[in-house]
Each structure stands twice: as structure tokens, then as C-alpha cells.
């Protein structure tokens, strides 16, 4: 592939003159980032700042007997050493749960333990100092004195009689239950010739963010004003719990993201280290820093799925799917984080499991149980991966069973294209999705039959290769179904403001943020096709609470697609405006002009009337020219939230080829494909990139990515060095192709594109590694990661 | 813990810096901490991920696993003195072009990383280009579009 392949079709359906919509311009905050002149908050000094590190505990389960801290306050540095207790003092606890998730229950959580740690890795006591390693030297001398507990590590268990409940006063350890019921499972199942009936595991994983978690709370008493620079997905959203918990309102805090070094989920939630860190801030009056290390990061950062799947399907001998069951079971660790809950993804297995296929019989029940580790909750692609692979992994299986081409079994019960809109077995809605399509499109881009002939060519050879499928559904641009239905306050509509600067230019504040997927560059294209100057002169400004519209920031998929749609909306009434003035400068009806290329222009015509620079100038330096009465309006904001959808639903299919070596266990990824959906395309090159990230950080999850707990609630390879993530050598290239839908919701019509890599890889591998071990008569794997002694032992080689 | 102060004199992008650092600072931190260089950056202070990447005497070393006291008389080059200087010009070009970076926390590493391999192989391939950049760890990219970049850059150099 060649850096030309990827530049731009040129124009699109929401054709502007000159439109940049579905055009592949660069990001514009690219060069300063190339230059190493970000801005990350890793990077941010301040006056007076002082550094906090962590005493964290060394058990998972520890009653805290005493701390004593006088060794500590008299080390170089040190300008405060704070247990648990006395940080409560300043910062009220939390409880991670949402009205809308039913029977939902957790326990109060502090920033600081106060009398037991939950976890390995729980912080006990904060040690504030002049530099960072002066706080941590002291740390060193913070003498904990803990009287260890039981602790409850393992799901399977968690709910029996004889378990410890790790907090009492909830009754039990389930944190949340729920069951669902559609058509009629028990006659589907009755129907079928063949039932499929399988266990799937997926074991822990986390994010990995290259930059740590990262944060700088600055009190001012002065002002009565907190300022954090927070490496966060959601300033508002951080804005209101830091007000909540510190009791002061929402106008005394002011929360600013510039680069973020990576996201993925993990930094859209609260996290005890950094709320202590803001706490500290309030205590001692002046700015603290926290960067998590890498060690810190491995046991607090949120882990991700850890789920057992036990799944069942029924399959008449034509290939039709009559009934699907799953029983989930997942393990979130001693609190359900706040404020999305860890009881999010497990409902969204319920909810997405056969979300691509016809069949209504469907019964389904999850469990969430708490747990003495690391806290889980939402990452890139919440449940998805799961509810992907143990669809997928149930459609191979079944038409394995009744000896079906694993595409066939897909043409006949993938919902029609034609069909919408269309529900899911579990009553999701769809307003327009495209299947088959898809799939077509895919096995014309790999050439399906003759990599088949290929794969049966070489087990000739004694060479394993192997083809899997998976077809997904996504959610992206929620509405206030999500969380704000369920009292969080988080808001799902997003804003944006565009203003006519003095010189012409158009500078847009937005609601969400920018992780490096590229919203700044959506904006950007959006604002300037929508009021019609070159892109070069639109500058974006996000992350900063005082100076943007109030919005969501950025997760689940929602940034092009609500964030898009405000920065349209926002830019098309300031054109207006400013038609407006330059009607009244020219004397002529604002209808009968338009703007384009930076200029008034005749709308009929497109002869060049007056320019921007001109306009502006008028109006903001000579308004006294203009008629008595007239006034220029040359900032204009608008909102946007989807009413019509509460999702809106894309989808998509992913295929893998790969090889298996059966002495070793090791899996060689060759090649992966990638059809998607997302609706009206901004920016392909974007969408594409954000395509293969996600692939790739599904293969992570898939083949290496893994958080090993021994039964004590030790995490046993919390480095970078023991923990396995996908590195340039192993990864395949990725080939990305488009079906478009958009969503009549919006005007642009953009769907989200963030999290459909990471949805399909999992499901696509997995089926493609069962594929090549088949002939071996292997047992199918359904664990992830497929690690080579998984493999091995399919082979019952070891 | 009073921690014992080395004198050290490093020619830093190409400026001569007299600075008394801990024993135990490593390079990176003297960068980043003392010399106010926060283009390299801190991923895992254990040798894996490659944020920390620079260049000491010409060749590409983790910042995170080199204390800056032993850098005394050397020559260090970060993504700031390369930058300025010109020397990476296409790479940063290319990498832009192709949307070889999104938060840009892997960016500075990578470039030099890359640099090193095209100053060591004028046309490598595709594999070769994934296995020298496999100690740069990203979580972003999927490393496809690095790769494009990497190789579109070689094949315009060898044409230059």
C-alpha cells in the first residue's frame, strides 16, 4: 500500500461545494505531536506543584490494622503523608450504580482505603512530596500493619454458601443479575436438528495506554476554584464528580484535557488514586501531580472483560439457527466503578449476543459477581468481543456440525438487508443495517474460494492454515438510554460553538475530545464543508470545561457521529448569520448568497461578492455602517442528540487467515479483512486507521493479552515485560472496506466507527484457529487469549 | 534518603549542558524533569514499550534504562533536537500524511526508531520494517499505517 492509495475520493453525498466530507485530509494536530511538542499531562508543571505516590496493598483482601506514617513525614521532601481516614474528611465516598440496572448493588468506595484494602494494588496511604521519587522513597517507610482476609478470587465460587461475601452489609457477593426471555427458547431448541452446546472463557485484559493515567488538581483558595488537567475521555463528566464528592458546585471546577496519550475506555472512568489526588489538592492548597507507573497501572487501571461463557444453539439440518441460550458469568473485582457501573458490559452480552441473525428464540442470563481483584469495567468495544465471538463461535460450530460452509450458514441467517428496520433476538433495534453486503463485499476481497483451495492445497503439505468469520453488530452515537436514563450525569448530547474571528477564520469549541482517533479533524472537515471556508482556516479547540459547550467527551463510538452532527448543525446557522450581514453589507437578500471557499459569493451564479475578512471586518470594527437596527450574530452554537434510535447501530464482518504450527502451539497471523458499516464516511483514512487499531487490539485480546491471577488474588505478570501486547512484528496487515448506511437520525448521517475492529477480531481468530486445527481433530477452543499451551492442549499434545 | 549529586556535561541537541543529577535519574527524567524535553516520553520505565527513545552517541537507546549520569560527555539527541535540525523532515511528513500516529505518545520513538533503520538499510522491506520496529510498542495504530509510512519514506529517499 502506498501513501497515495489512501487520499481522496473526492466528493461525496453531502455535497457542498468543496465539501471535505468523505475526503482523507490529514488531522491537524498532527505536526506538533510528530515534533514531540505535545501536550500530555504527563508534561504539565506548575508552580509550587508537589508530587503524591501511593502505599498500595501488597494482599488482596487486608483488614487495616494501623499505618504508621511518623518515619515517612520526617524523610527529604515530604510535605504530607495522608492515610485513608483523614482523606475522607475532605472527599465524600461513591457508589458505582445506575437506577436503570435494576437490583444493581455495590459498596461505598474512598479514595483512599479507609480501614481494608479490596484488592492487590488498593491504595492505603498517600505520601506527598517535592519530586515524585522522594514521594515514593518515603512511601517506603509507611508501615502498614494488616491482618489479612479471606479472599474471594474466584467467579465460579463467589456466590456459594460458603464464601466469604466481601462486603457484609450487601448480603452477597452479586452484583447484578439479569435475565432475559424472547420467542420461545424452549421450542426453538425442540425445533432443532442439532443443539451446539460449548463453554467460552475470556480471561482479563487491560488497556495498556502508553501514557499512564495522568493528573494535576490545582485548589485555589483563593478563587475557591479546583483546575485539573486530567488525561480524560470526559471533562464534564469529571467536572461533576469532582464538584460532588469535594461538595462544591460545578462552576468552582474546571477540568482540562489537552493530549491524552491513549484511552481506549480506560480513562472515562473514576479512579480512587485520582480522585485522592484532586482530595490532596484541597488539603494542602496547592497543585498535586499523580502519574500512574506502569507497575500502578498493571493493578489499578480498570481490567477488561473476564467472562465465562456457557452457550448453546439449535440448528435444523437446512442450516436455519432456531434458538440461542448463553449463561455469563464475569468477575469485576471488590466495587463497581463509577459512575458507568461494571454491570454495562454484561448487560451488553444480554443485549448483543445473535444481534446479526433472524432467529427470536433467545434466552439469556448474565451474572456479575464482585471479586477480591482489580476492579473491571467498560473498555474498547464493551461486550462486543464477547458477545461476537460466542455468536460466531456458535455459527462455525453448528455448521460444522451439520457440515455447512461457514459463509452459507451466514446467507441464510444473517437479517435480511432489505428487512429494516429489524430487531435482534434479544428486541435491539436496528434502523438500517447491511449484512449481506457486507459479506459479500468480504469474500470477494479475500477471494474466499480460492483461499480455500489454497488452504486444503497445503494440508497436503502437512500446513495448517485456517479461515474464520465474524459478523458483528455495533453500538455507537448513544442517546441518554445509555447512562442518563439510569441518573448518571452524563450527558449524551454533545454542543458546539463556531465563531467568525476578526480576520475571517472560524474557530469551533466542541463537547468532545480528542484521544487521538481523530475528532479534531471530523470537526474540522464538518465546520468547514457546512459553512464553506477551506479547512485551513477552522481552528478546533476541545477539552477545557470553562471554554466549551457542555458534552459527553468521547466513548462508545459517539464523537463523528453527535459531536459531527452538533459541529454541522453549529457552522450551517453561523453561514446564515453571516450571510445576513453581508446581505445587509451588499444589499442583497442572504438567500440568494452562499459562502464558498472562503468567500460570499453569489449563490446562482458563484461570482465572488464580498470575502469573510471583509465581513468580519465590517461588523465587528465598523458596525456603525451597517443598518440601524441590524445586528451581527457571528458565534453560533447548536446541540444534537439522537431522539429517533437510542442507538445507532452499525455493523460489519471481519475474516482472518492465518496458520497454526501444531508442534508449537504458535499462531501466525497471515492476513485480516474488515467490512464495515458506519454510515456516512468523514474521513476514510481515519476510519480505516481506527479500524485496523481496533482489529488489532482485538487480536491482543484473541492471542496474547491476559492478566493471570494466582488463587490469593496475586495479579502474577503485571509488567510489560510478562504481560504480552501486539507489537509491529506479529501483526498482519488489514485490509478495510466500506458498505454505507447512514442513519436518517442526523443530517451527515455518520454512524461511529471506534470500536468495530475491536468487536470482530476476537470471534474472526478464534473461528480461524478451530478452522486450521480442524483436520488435527483438535477439540475447538473457545478460550481466549489462545495462547500456545491453549493450543497444545486443544491438540491434547500436552 | 539523601541520594548523591554526579556533575555531568551533556551535549544535548547540540547545546552543552552542565547539570549535578542524582546517581539514580535516568536519562529521561533528566530530560523531561531538568531540561524541560517532554517530547520523549515515559511508557514503562522498564525497557518494553520504547516511548523513551533517543538517540546517545548516534545510536538508539531506551531513556528509561540509561541514567543520566552516565551520559557525562556524551552526545544525546531527542525528537526536539531532530526536529529543529530538519535530519526527519519526510518521516514527520509521511507520518502525517498517512495517519502513522493518533495520540502521537509512540510518535517520537518511532520516528527514531525509523530513522535509525533507513540510515542502516535503504530499502527494507515490509517484514524488515515490522521486526526493527517491534521494540516500539503502540497501541493505536495497529502499526500498519507506521509501516506505509516507513516504507513510502525509504523508496523516496533511494529515489532522491
Known amino acids: 500500500m502506498k501513501i497515495v492509495d489512501d487520499l481522496p475520493p473526492a466528493l461525496s453525498a453531502l455535497d457542498r461545494p468543496n465539501s471535505y466530507i468523505g475526503r482523507s485530509v490529514p488531522r491537524p494536530n498532527l505536526e506538533r505531536l510528530t515534533q514531540g511538542r505535545g501536550q500530555y499531562v504527563s508534561d504539565v508543571t506548575l508552580p509550587r506543584m508537589v508530587h503524591v505516590a501511593f502505599v498500595r496493598s501488597p494482599h488482596a483482601h487486608a483488614r487495616i490494622r494501623s499505618i504508621a506514617i511518623e518515619a515517612a513525614k520526617q524523610a527529604p521532601g515530604v510535605i504530607a503523608v495522608v492515610p485513608g481516614a483523614e482523606l475522607a474528611k475532605v472527599m465524600t465516598p461513591w457508589v458505582g450504580v445506575l437506577t436503570h440496572l435494576k437490583g444493581i448493588k455495590s459498596a461505598p468506595q474512598y479514595p483512599v482505603a479507609v480501614d481494608r484494602a479490596c484488592w492487590q494494588g488498593e491504595a492505603v496511604c498517600a505520601v506527598v512530596a517535592k519530586t515524585r521519587a522522594q514521594a515514593e ?10 491482618e489479612e482476609l479471606p479472599a474471594v478470587t474466584d467467579a465460579e465460587t463467589a456466590l456459594d454458601a460458603g464464601t466469604p461475601v466481601i462486603h457484609p452489609e450487601l448480603g452477597d ?10 420467542g420461545d427458547a424452549d421450542k426453538g431448541f425442540a425445533e432443532a436438528d442439532e443443539v451446539v452446546e460449548t463453554t467460552f472463557v475470556f480471561g482479563r485484559h487491560t488497556g495498556v495506554t502508553n501514557e499512564p493515567r495522568a493528573i494535576v488538581a490545582d485548589w485555589n483558595p483563593g478563587e475557591q476554584r479546583l483546575t485539573v488537567y486530567h488525561g480524560t475521555q470526559a471533562p464534564h463528566m469529571m467536572q461533576n464528580l469532582f464538584a460532588k464528592h469535594l461538595d462544591i458546585a460545578e462552576h468552582q471546577v474546571r477540568v482540562m ?3 491524552v496519550g491513549g484511552s481506549f475506555g480506560i480513562k472515562v472512568h473514576t479512579y480512587a488514586d485520582e480522585m485522592a489526588t484532586v482530595a490532596l489538592s484541597k488539603l494542602l492548597k496547592r497543585p498535586v501531580k499523580f502519574v500512574a507507573d506502569r507497575l500502578e497501572s498493571f493493578v489499578t487501571d480498570i481490567h477488561a472483560r473476564d467472562h465465562r461463557v456457557k452457550a448453546k444453539i439449535g440448528v435444523k439440518r437446512d442450516g436455519t439457527i432456531t434458538a440461542w441460550e448463553i449463561d455469563d458469568l464475569t468477575g469485576i473485582g471488590p466495587y463497581s466503578v463509577y459512575p458507568r457501573t461494571s454491570g454495562i458490559e454484561a448487560n451488553q452480552i444480554v443485549n448483543l449476543t445473535g444481534g446479526p441473525y433472524t432467529s427470536p428464540n433467545y434466552r439469556a442470563r448474565a451474572r456479575v459477581v464482585f471479586q477480591n481483584k482489580n476492579v473491571m469495567c467498560q473498555y474498547r468495544a464493551v461486550g462486543h468481543p464477547i458477545a461476537t465471538a460466542v455468536t460466531e463461535g456458535l455459527v462455525d460450530l453448528a455448521a460444522v456440525r451439520i457440515g455447512m460452509d461457514p459463509v452459507e450458514i451466514r446467507r441464510k441467517n444473517l437479517i435480511p438487508d ?7 433476538p434479544s428486541g435491539i433495534k436496528f434502523e438500517l443495517l447491511s449484512h449481506h453486503a457486507a459479506l459479500e463485499k468480504i469474500v470477494g476481497m479475500m477471494e474466499y474460494p480460492t483461499l480455500r483451495a489454497e488452504q486444503a492445497r497445503l494440508r497436503q503439505q502437512g500446513i495448517y492454515r485456517g479461515i474464520g468469520f465474524a459478523s458483528f453488530v455495533e453500538v455507537t452515537n448513544p442517546s441518554a438510554a445509555f447512562y442518563g436514563v439510569g441518573g448518571a450525569r452524563i450527558t449524551s448530547q454533545d454542543g458546539a460553538t463556531v465563531r467568525l474571528d476578526a480576520q475571517g477564520a472560524v474557530i469551533c469549541h466542541t463537547g468532545v475530545t480528542e484521544q487521538g482517533q481523530g475528532a479534531e479533524a471530523v470537526m474540522a472537515q464538518v465546520v468547514a464543508t457546512a459553512f464553506g471556508v477551506p479547512i485551513e482556516r477552522v481552528r478546533i479547540v476541545t477539552g477545557d470545561t470553562d471554554n466549551t459547550p457542555y458534552g459527553g467527551g468521547t466513548w462508545a463510538s459517539r464523537a463523528a457521529g453527535i459531536g459531527g452532527e452538533a459541529g454541522w448543525q453549529a457552522a450551517k446557522a453561523l453561514r446564515a448569520n453571516v450571510l445576513a450581514v453581508a446581505g445587509s453589507i451588499l444589499q442583497a437578500k442572504p438567500e440568494a448568497l452562499d459562502i464558498r471557499g472562503g468567500v460570499v459569493v453569489d449563490a446562482a451564479t458563484g461570482s465572488e461578492r464580498i470575502g469573510l475578512d471583509e465581513v468580519a471586518r465590517i461588523a465587528y470594527f465598523r458596525p456603525d455602517t451597517l443598518p440601524p437596527g441590524f445586528q451581527a450574530e457571528l458565534m453560533a452554537t447548536r446541540h444534537y442528540v439522537p431522539r429517533a434510535w437510542a442507538f ?14 501444531p508442534d508449537s502451539g504458535f499462531v501466525t497471523l497471515l492476513r485480516h479483512w474488515c467490512v464495515e458499516d458506519c454510515g456516512t464516511v ?4 481515519l476510519v480505516d486507521e481506527q479500524i485496523r487499531g481496533g482489529v488489532v487490539q482485538g487480536i491482543g485480546a484473541a492471542l496474547f493479552e491476559h492478566c493471570r491471577y494466582d488463587a490469593r488474588g496475586q495479579l502474577l505478570n503485571g509488567n510489560m515485560a510478562d504481560y504480552l501486547v501486539p507489537m509491529a512484528a506479529e501483526m498482519p496487515d488489514i485490509e478495510v472496506g466500506h458498505v454505507v448506511s447512514p442513519t436518517a437520525d442526523s443530517e451527515l448521517g455518520a454512524k461511529g466507527a471506534g470500536e468495530a475492529g475491536t468487536a470482530g477480531a476476537p470471534g474472526s481468530v478464534m473461528n480461524a484457529v478451530n478452522d486450521a486445527l480442524r483436520p488435527l481433530g483438535a477439540r475447538p477452543i473457545t478460550e481466549m487469549p489462545m495462547t500456545p499451551e491453549v493450543v497444545l492442549r486443544a491438540l491434547g499434545r500436552i | 534518603m539523601s541520594e548523591r549529586l554526579v556533575d555531568i556535561a551533556v551535549t544535548v541537541n547540540g547545546e552543552l549542558v552542565r547539570e549535578s543529577v542524582e546517581a539514580r535519574k535516568t536519562l529521561v527524567d533528566f530530560l523531561r524533569d531538568d531540561l524541560g524535553l517532554t517530547g520523549s516520553h515515559v511508557g514503562c520505565e522498564h525497557g518494553v514499550c520504547g516511548a523513551c527513545t533517543v538517540r546517545l552517541d548516534g545510536v538508539v537507546v531506551r531513556g528509561c534504562l540509561t541514567l543520566a549520569a552516565q551520559c557525562d560527555g556524551a552526545r544525546v539527541d531527542t525528537i526536539e533536537g531532530v526536529s529543529d535540525s530538519g535530519e526527519i523532515a519526510d518521516l514527520q511528513d509521511a507520518f502525517r500524511r498517512r495517519n502513522a500516529l493518533q495520540c502521537g505518545y509512540c510518535t517520537p520513538g518511532m520516528l527514531l526508531t525509523a530513522q535509525e533503520l533507513l540510515k542502516e538499510s535503504a530499502k527494507p522491506t515490509r517484514e524488515k520494517i515490522r521486526e526493527h520496529l517491534s521494540g516500539n510498542y503502540c497501541r493505536c495504530t495497529g502499526y500498519q499505517s507506521i509501516v506505509d509510512a516507513v516504507e513510502a519514506v525509504a523508496r523516496a529517499r533511494g529515489q532522491a
Open chain 1, 648 to 661: 445507532a447501530f452499525t455493523n460489519g464482518i471481519q475474516a482472518s487467515w492465518l496458520e497454526v504450527d
Open chain 1, 418 to 424: 432489505d428487512a429494516y428496520p429489524a430487531s435482534g
Open chain 1, 257 to 259: 484535557t489537552k493530549d
Open chain 1, 173 to 182: 457477593n452479586l452484583t447484578f443479575e439479569r435475565k432475559h426471555e424472547a
Open chain 1, 682 to 685: 468523514i474521513n476514510p483514512q
Open chain 1, 137 to 146: 522513597d518515603a512511601a517506603e517507610l509507611v508501615e502498614v500493619e494488616y
